[in-house]
């Protein structure tokens, strides 16, 4: 009598472990994404970046432009603009939904706009989606840290 019950046991401990490492694991493949896709970023890899994104991309600069997938490679291949280093850091991620991860965080890199490299350090929020069994990022927005908040401290 004891042995099927350890036996039910261990079953239903797989099952929740599975079901636990399937949350787990679409956050850990949507983490290496997002790196596959700076490093893409970094390369001027437009091919790569386009599996990557979504096809509904919307991507919000931090000086608020506005672009589709399409303008957002495109302006990346013109060659005017280049990235190195970029690193991404104190990172959250929530799982709203079985198909929908978002990343929270902050990147550091330095960027060529022209002629001219600067460092730059964003806060970002990444929405990603998982299109047909295939995790892209659908949403972007991203803002330069001022430093100092307008919210009177408490």
């Known amino acids: 009598m004891k042995r099927p019950m350890l036996q039910l046991l261990l079953v239903l401990f797989g099952f929740f472990s599975s079901a636990r490492g399937a949350a787990e694991s679409a956050t850990d493949a949507v983490r290496r994404i997002d790196g596959e896709r700076l ?3 970094m390369a001027g890899d437009g091919a790569a970046l ?3 994104l979504s096809d509904e ?3 919000v600069h931090s000086d608020g432009r506005v672009e589709s997938k399409a303008d957002y490679v495109k302006n990346l291949m013109a060659g005017d603009t280049a990235y190195t280093n970029a690193r991404t850091s104190e990172l959250r991620t929530m ?3 079985s198909d929908v991860v978002v990343l929270i965080g902050r990147q550091d890199m330095r960027k060529r706009l022209g002629a ?3 460092e730059i ?3 970002f929020l990444s ?3 998982n299109e047909g069994g295939t995790w892209r990022m659908v949403a972007w927005q991203s803002m330069r840290p001022a430093g100092s ?3 009177p401290g408490k």
Do not use: E, I, N
């Open 116 to 118: 001219t490299w600067s």
């Open 39 to 41: 490093q893409a970023m």
């Open 57 to 59: 991309l919307v991507f």
């Open 50 to 52: 386009g599996r990557v």
């Open 149 to 151: 908040s307008v919210v």
């Open 127 to 129: 929405v990603w989606r």
């Open 95 to 97: 799982k709203p939904s």
């Open 121 to 123: 350090t964003l806060r």
